[in-house]
């Protein structure tokens, strides 16, 4: 693809993802970014993107077809700091490992219409389940929500009641069948 000098990136960036097909495990602890749950939603809105959240993923992986895939070499490192790999056999062993973590993980629908209850899930809800499910605190959440604690306990009790749950884990498991994040 070739971007044009006067060409804003945002705009090539939107034109180049479109004619792509592809997938995104997301560490869950990525959620508590500010933005960061937005972004997945947007992408798999906007774009041919299929997101999955995954606590811990274990390392950073980019596969382009079965030609050349790069592996990230430690937590939070830049490009410059990746391993081009081009042996077919060590990146047929990634996607391998992919497809393991991509079955391991909870898949991302952005479903903004109601669910067969006739409920609708707010961003901030969308953000509080993408908090809870990246384990964040009650405390945290409310610092992150900018609302009292007691706020959050609420707003998770009545997300627990119409998801059907008796716990977090259950609400978090039903939200997600429900495409609430």
Known sequence: MAIEPDEPIDAARGAWLSRLNYRVITDTSALGLPGALKLVLR????????NRLLARVPFKLLVSDDRGAMLGLGEGAPAAHSILIEDSMMIHSL?????????????????RDADDLGLVVDEEGRHLL????AGFTDASISRRLGMSERTVQRRIQWLMKHLGADTRFQAGVNAAKRGWF
Do not use: K
């Open 43 to 50: 992408d798999s809105a906007e774009n041919r993107c299929e």
């Open 130 to 133: 993408g908090l809870l499910a």
């Open 95 to 111: 996607i391998n490992c992919f497809e393991t973590l991509w079955h391991m993980a909870t898949p991302v629908v952005d479903r």
